[in-house]
């Protein structure tokens, strides 16, 4: 191994400035919109259940709250962070998955273009389609550059054996992990939130004999009834449970793609080959993830 092939060994020295122009803005679009839903959930459900009290001191309180919520839905609108958010994740990993096709000879096309100048076209001209497709978008900044960096071209003209340590270590394991932590996370959200779902309605139920029987004057149903909804609300901004299936079925299948590359035989006659496919394959996975939830995203949006 080469001292130019061994500095080449985490992703971040591949990856070209337009990657982090647009996962920069979409990690802010990301934080930008959970803080605005989280804020106008917690507004509107304030406005509920202080609502829900015979005085008019806590009337007016209410009204306050409703007011707040209503310019967090307007600047929501007016700026549209969500938008920015799906625009710049998409951009970041179509730059992110054409780079390590680069960087590594993977291509929809088998074998792939092994002289440098035709696999730089390549990839430029692949890259062209990615920013003419968001070229109207915030999360692509103007000037922005997605050239070839210094450790795409190290790392392409590394032997098959190098090229394959670093992305089995570099890509497919990080990106598993990623994919295996995101499932666990969502699915303990998705049990809270299942749990309150049943819990909060429950709830509802017992304090309304109380309430039918007019032990209080408080309206504590449409205090819980507001719970309620915020909580299926946030469930449904958040999408849990879809997400979980979703990070475990890539999981597993880039698991099976590492088994398969970790298991090439190197010195076989078509093993550049294989390894386009089979390294073509594990790109396709993460790209098929990150459609579907990108398509999700945008008919819920």
Known sequence: MSAESRRVVHEHELLPEL????????????????????????MLTGA??????????IAAVSAVLFFLAMCASALAGLHNPQGVWYEGRAVAESVKTLA?????????????????????????????????AFRRS????????????????LLRGASLAIRRDVYLRERVQQQHDWYVNKARYCERAARITGFLSVVLPLLGVVLSVPRIQGDFS??????????AASSTAWAQLRQYRPLASAYRLAADELELIRVQLAAMDLSAPDAEEQWARLARDAEDAVSREHTTWQARR???G
């Not at 074998?111 to 920013?131: F, H, I, K, N, W």
């Not at 103007?142 to 210094?150: K, N, S």
């Open 138 to 153: 915030r999360a692509v900044p103007p000037g922005a550059r997605a050239d070839v960096t210094e450790g795409m071209q």
């Open 48 to 57: 509920a259940v202080a609502g829900s009290a015979d005085s008019p001191w």
């Open 218 to 227: 408080y309206d504590i149903l449409g205090a819980v009834a507001a719970l």
């Open 100 to 132: 390590w096709k680069y960087a590594v000879r993977a291509d929809a096309y088998v074998p792939p273009p092994t002289a440098m100048e035709d696999a730089e076209s390549l990839y430029r001209l692949q890259l062209t389609g990615v920013l003419h």
């Open 19 to 42: 990657f982090w122009a647009a996962d920069g803005a979409s990690l802010q679009g990301q934080r930008t919109t959970v803080a605005m839903s989280r804020f106008q959930l917690l």
């Open 298 to 300: 945008e008919v819920r």
